[in-house]
């Protein structure tokens, strides 16, 4: 299932294909965002912003179109004028003089007014996204001590949107392996030197995982490119120590570290 930089890269490509771009055609398939089409027409898309795995498109007029993929749902970029052969159903088309970005199968569709994303149940729910640049080191740390979250177990903690949105499985594995902890503990058990750690991975590895992974690093030298250091490697050695790396469940979602240094 894609996490924050999976859907981060989406949304840039769909921003790239039709922001600042006057829209010539707007569809949607729910009855309830029917008034919205010709309202929209004319109308730019300004930016596209995501919480998590939700994606809010920003349009001119000030109305904002959240949407939540949630398993199945998926955007593509098509030419203007294009409907590809899919036995997906369309939820929603936006199209420009050159482009247009569909959506298929989602559920979760509604258009919002500035009032109405302040008041959203799931955006209210949800942490600050790892991918906010403004997100700092100290304010992961202030979260992680925080009363709300500093007892629960980090196997559990990392997957939970209320806590850093934008986290999933495989940043949850390669974060604590850069931190290395074990997925037991709890950010009350920690020193001050383990927190800095653990803050620090909850940003710097979603950020690489966005920047550079799927790059090859043609010269293979510094310049860090992401790769998985513990996630989908169960047997092999630990890159860090040589240890073999073992493969759990936990939170009901396959699980990987060495036991040899992550205590």
């Known amino acids: 299932m894609p996490e924050g930089p999976e859907i981060r890269r989406a949304a840039d490509k769909l921003e790239h294909a039709v922001a600042g771009k006057p829209l010539t055609h707007v569809w949607f398939a729910f009855p309830e965002l029917k008034g919205y089409e010709a309202a929209l027409v004319g109308e730019r898309v300004t930016r596209l912003e995501t919480r998590g795995k939700a994606l809010l498109t920003h349009f001119s007029n000030g109305l904002t179109l959240y949407s939540h993929n949630q398993l199945y749902g998926v955007w593509r970029v098509v030419k203007a004028g294009e409907s590809p052969q899919t036995t997906r159903s369309l939820r929603v088309r936006l199209e420009t003089e050159d482009a247009a970005v569909l959506l298929y199968s989602a559920s979760e569709i509604a258009m919002l007014d500035a009032n109405g994303v302040a008041s959203h149940a799931f955006l209210q729910r949800v942490g600050p996204d790892?991918?906010?640049?403004?997100?700092?080191?100290?304010?992961?740390?202030?979260?992680?001590?925080?009363?709300?979250?500093?007892?629960?177990?980090?196997?559990?903690?990392?997957?939970?949107?209320?806590?850093?949105?934008?986290?999933?499985?495989?940043?949850?594995?390669?974060?604590?392996?850069?931190a290395q902890l074990a997925p037991r503990h709890k950010a009350v058990e920690l020193t001050e030197p383990q927190l800095e750690e653990l803050a620090q991975a909850c940003l710097a590895i979603p950020r690489l995982s966005y920047q550079t992974r799927g790059q090859v690093d043609e010269n293979k030298h510094h310049g860090a490119l992401f790769r998985f250091e513990v996630f989908h490697r169960a047997g092999k050695p630990c890159r860090r120590c040589g240890a073999p790396v073992e493969k759990t469940t936990l939170s009901s979602r396959p699980f990987y570290w060495c036991p040899g240094c992550q205590k």
Do not use: H
């Open 130 to 178: 790892v991918l906010d640049m403004t997100l700092t080191v100290e304010d992961v740390k202030a979260r992680l001590i925080s009363p709300r979250f500093c007892r629960r177990q980090f196997s559990g903690l990392l997957l939970d949107q209320a806590f850093l949105a934008g986290l999933g499985n495989y940043l949850r594995v390669e974060i604590l392996w850069q």
